[in-house]
């Protein structure tokens, strides 16, 4: 199953795991690099089993990115605690939803979705640029219940975009500026992962020693996105949340309606 790899296989995978864990410790959609790279590696493979070991290597560098992001600013407990607890919670209710309900709908929707997003944030030249978090309060912790749990339920079910609709909300509900926005959102993506890895676990459909290895360069790979971002601050995000929401809108579109 797993011998006779060549050298450029290896390569790719590193490479394409790298580059993940740099893009998704910035705004999220490191799927959109490390899923493609292993179909094309493993083309043979069962997708599952794919999608197992492509969370298994990416929840560690969500990880270590929100580990990066801890050390650097000062992040918003009272939000964060229980909309990762909802968020882990209903993954595993999308996870088993979506053996029940077609997803068919929801990937016709989804372009259009991350459009509206995507509009919304270039009409709004201030948005995400300004920290102003909200003050805390019974209401703002239903709302951190509230978001954790859809997104936490919508990675389960489906996933494309959950990091990049994170940050959206972290801006839009809790005030965050985009730096605070994507740094809580690793918080929050870390719980949603962690359901998935382990219902693809108990069901064998992991490739252990494949995750294990991208998961060091993925770890790699978000070290520096998460140096980028403090650095360089919220106009870089917003430039790369901009970038990625348009390549999900092209992917989601093309997955929804053009492909055979």
């Known amino acids: 199953m797993l011998t006779g790899w060549a050298l450029t296989d290896l390569l790719v995978l ?4 790298f580059l993940a864990g740099l893009v998704d410790a ?3 959609g490191g799927g959109l690099i490390s899923v493609p790279t292993l179909f094309a590696v493993f083309p ?5 089993v794919l999608f197992g070991t492509n969370k298994m290597a990416g929840i560690w560098g969500t990880a270590s990115a929100a580990l990066r992001y801890a ?6 407990w009272a939000i964060l605690v229980p909309a990762t607890l909802a968020a882990f919670v209903f993954s595993f209710c999308g996870a088993y939803a979506v053996t029940h309900i077609p997803a068919d709908v ?4 989804l372009p ?3 459009a509206g997003v995507a509009v919304y944030t270039l009409r709004k030249k201030d948005f995400g640029t300004v920290h102003a978090p909200v003050k805390g309060g019974a209401g703002v912790t239903l709302m951190a219940i509230a978001v954790g749990g859809a997104i936490g339920f919508y990675d389960g ?3 494309p975009g959950t990091g990049s609709f994170l940050v959206f909300l972290f801006v839009r509900l809790f005030g965050q500026d985009f730096v605070n ?3 809580s959102s690793k918080i929050v993506n870390v719980a949603t992962n962690l359901a998935a890895l382990l219902l693809f676990g108990m069901g064998g459909h992991v490739w252990w020693q494949v995750g294990i290895g991208m998961a060091i360069m993925n770890v790699l790979g978000s070290q520096v996105g998460s140096r980028l971002a403090l650095k360089h601050g919220v106009g870089f995000v917003r430039r790369m949340f901009l970038c990625v929401l348009a390549v999900l809108i092209v992917k989601t579109g093309y997955d929804a309606f053009l492909r055979v």
């Open 14 to 17: 590193a490479g394409g795991a």
């Open 26 to 28: 910035v705004v999220g």
């Open 44 to 48: 043979n493979a069962a997708p599952p």
């Open 71 to 76: 050390r650097g600013i000062q992040l918003r």
């Open 106 to 109: 929801l990937r016709k929707l």
């Open 112 to 114: 259009f979705v991350l």
């Open 157 to 159: 079910f489906f996933g």
């Open 181 to 183: 926005a994507s740094a």
